[in-house]
């Protein structure tokens, strides 16, 4: 079992940034994909972007292309959501999640493991 830690979420004005953070422990970190949900209030928690085991593949959601990045630093078992040009359709939970193998789905089956959310709010 993977533990998961996010910070770094807050009150950010339209177009602004916020850098996510997502601290691991339990499991080789390098060992698996890790990816970043979010959920809005009354909608389904949906998939943001996704990252395999060595950081050289990466994947994203259209809506946030372009505008997040997804990294992550194995030394420090960390994933991070960088998030620029930031607007009120932003606004949600943001959940870390580890991934069931070292390449990523897309998916919340794909994901075993989750974080408790940081809170983004984006005011306009």
């Known amino acids: 079992q993977v533990q998961l830690v996010e910070s770094g979420g807050g009150l950010v004005q339209a177009g602004g940034s916020l850098r996510l953070s997502c601290a691991a422990s339990?499991?080789?970190?390098?060992?698996?994909?890790m990816g970043w949900f979010r959920q809005a209030p009354g909608k389904e928690r949906e998939f943001v972007a996704a990252i395999s085991w060595s950081g050289c593949s990466t994947y994203y959601a259209d809506s946030v292309k372009g505008r997040l990045t997804i990294s992550r630093d194995n030394a420090k078992n960390t994933v991070y959501l960088q998030m620029n040009s930031l607007n009120p359709e932003d606004t949600a939970v943001y959940y870390c999640a580890a991934g069931t193998s070292r390449f990523y789905g897309t998916s919340r089956a794909d994901f075993g493991s989750w974080g408790q959310g940081t809170q983004v709010t984006v005011s306009s």
């Open positions: 339990g499991r080789t970190f390098s060992a698996y994909a």
